[in-house]
């Protein structure tokens, strides 16, 4: 028997980004960059790993947003088309760095990393890579879960029982669409968790959830194996319990594995370095300096020059650092299992996009630890779901109000650069309410209407908005993000306390915002 | 952002974003003229940032990152496009954390102008009102005076795991009438819900392990029941 067990939990998530007016926009390339460096090679290492009989198991939230932009026809067109302008620039990479014994052999990597994207995503995957995510889901080696429809951060919401609900239940039928099945995981936005949750989500066939160490401890009653078991809820729903020594090793901006100074630096791109008439097609509408992927130096030692990046050396920091975790988490394992009547099980909940993306050696770094874990018996990978089934009773505990954010509460999303926003988004609730209360049996025109009018309330509602308010990165976009759903609500809502409806308006806004389209706006009724 | 955004913006504010960048603009420029000098000065404003090498931020912001209009966007906090308000009167409020919520408000224009036509108007206040539980059985409140053209306040709320509702109450001729009642909040604990006491030595030992010092969380003050007894040896 194993000393213990890991869980590593990845939350993939985009806001809806998708921006059919403008025949190119910059927060798109969100999207393209997540799908070029984290999604596309994660699905390159589990079919690695399958290959040659490598045991793993991944448990992945896939946020509504995101699987709505994945299975989009405009933007498959869309990332084609960049991946295409990302393989001639690349082309030009190869000419300019013709000859250089350092620079020439990077440029090739990327070549070869485009290129490989663009096979795969075009033929392999036929341009969309949720039925690859679900063949995986099937085997049983990866698990998915669903999280809220736009990410709201729930706790904000709590006064607001039906908002709450639209967002799990919205969630909960686009993953049934998605997948063809119902899930039993829920990743809760940002760990956001507060008591009273766990009766919301049960109702729709929800069992589990991750939640924030100190929601955890600060449970009641205190739990009985610390963050090392799962704690359920009186009504059977269960939270496992992130572990806070297995998030730091990689989350820390300054002590964790991706800030060692072999690893590609993250900031250092030719979008940025090189002459704006060299780089002009590649960046935004020519002039607006944006990332493009090709980045050539290490992060280096703080006191140093910038350093040329060296793959060869990053991977083996990567095997290293893996080697490190996994000693690591036996090390902890060994020391809970002494107070505890079966194997601890430690929770690693990450964003997906850290993967690859930010932390460019991130995927080499997850297939190197199911390779050296597989030489052990002592730690095994679980899924939450096999954990869950396997150990279904749980020390009796419910978490308090927490987040994985900045002070552990609801201050990221909360404070003086976003704090307005809830006048509004408040605002679109109770009139929604009302709508729904007011227009139960709707069909035809009007209900595409008010269908159109949830969707947009829930578009106000993404966490994202106040996170990119108060980080000031892209907190223009976010904010008219916001203005725009509510003045579309608002239209609508217009429109049908007098009686009249501007279908072509409405059909190009249904064209615009297609996200969930099977919404029901019934949804946001008052629940008896 | 994009330059199409900036173009979205009112001539106003683009003006005060350029005040902002520390650029000095003739007085009505076309604003073909003041997007391009934010561009220019943008550009500028990019070469420091590529020296200053390390921007401490969050790791999670990272899948966001992208473009040199990020400090445009950084120094930008013009008011959203949309009404402020609803002209409806009402009071809301948000717990943070342990310690604070965030309220906000609204006076209908009408009913306001009710108040101060009746000449005995002594402006508006907030009550917290802190309940024995969930409902309404007021223990304890405290008043907050706020201004009539204020319409959103962080308050301090003194204790953690308590139930809170807040009113806005407005003073008519020296007495309190209260105009709105929020919806009651909890605030979260911040302390272990058992002392150490109370729990098996292994959940005090598993405890530390999953990070409690790090968290900052400390347990309950202990129960000593000869404590409580000691006030009979008097």
Partial sequence: METGSIALVLNAHLPFVRQPDYPRFLEERWLFESLSETYLPLLRLFAKLEAERVPWRLTMALSPTLASMLGDALLRDRYTAWLKDQLELADKELARTAGDPVFHPLAQAYRDLYQQNYDDFTVLHGGSILPAFDFYYKKGRLELMTSAATQAFLPIYRQYPEAVTSQIEASVVSFRSDFGRPPSGFWTPQLGWYPGLEELLSAYGLQYSVVATRGAMLGKPTPRHGSYAPVSCPNGFTNFIRDVAATEAVWSETEGYPADPAYRDFYRDIGFDLPLDYVGPYVEQGQIRTFTGFKYWAISGRSQEKLPYDPDLAAAKAVEHAENFLYTRARQARKAAAHMERPPLMVAPYDAELFGHWWHEGIQWLEALFRKAQGTSELRFVTLGEYHKQYPENFESVPEFASWGDGGYAGVWLEKSNDWLYRHTFKLIEYMTELAERFPNESGLRERVLNQAAREVLLSQAADWPFLLRSGKSGSFARKQIEDAVTNFNRIYEMLCANTVGTEWLTRLEKRNNVFPAINYRIFRRKR | ?234
């Fill in chain 2, 1 to 234: 952002m994009n330059v199409e955004r900036l173009n979205d913006l009112s001539i106003e504010a683009l003006y005060a974003l350029a005040e902002k960048m520390g650029l000095d603009l003739p007085p009505a420029l076309e604003r073909i003229f003041v997007v391009e000098a934010l561009i220019e000065a943008f550009q500028e404003d990019s070469d420091e940032r590529k020296s200053s090498g390390d921007m401490a931020i969050h790791i999670e912001e990272k899948k966001f990152s992208g473009s040199e209009l990020d400090e445009i966007d950084a120094s930008l906090d013009a008011a959203p496009c949309i009404a402020r308000r609803y002209n409806e009167t009402v009071v809301h409020w948000i717990p943070r954390d342990p310690e604070w919520a965030f309220a906000f408000w609204d006076v209908k224009d009408e009913e306001l102008d009710e108040f101060e036509r009746e000449g005995s108007y002594g402006g508006l206040f907030l009550r917290v009102v802190r309940s024995a539980g969930g409902d309404d059985k007021a223990a304890v409140s405290f008043e907050v005076p706020v201004n009539d053209d204020d319409d959103h306040w962080y308050l301090h709320l003194p204790e953690q795991d308590r139930y809170y509702r807040l009113d806005l109450c407005v003073r008519i001729a020296g007495k309190a009438k209260a105009i709105a009642h929020s919806n009651v909040i909890r605030t979260p604990r911040a302390i272990l819900a058992d002392s150490f006491d109370e729990l098996e030595p292994e959940a005090e030992a598993l405890a530390e392990l999953s990070g409690l010092s790090k968290l900052r969380i400390q347990a309950p003050p202990e129960r000593h029941p000869s404590r409580i007894l000691g006030g009979y040896d008097d």
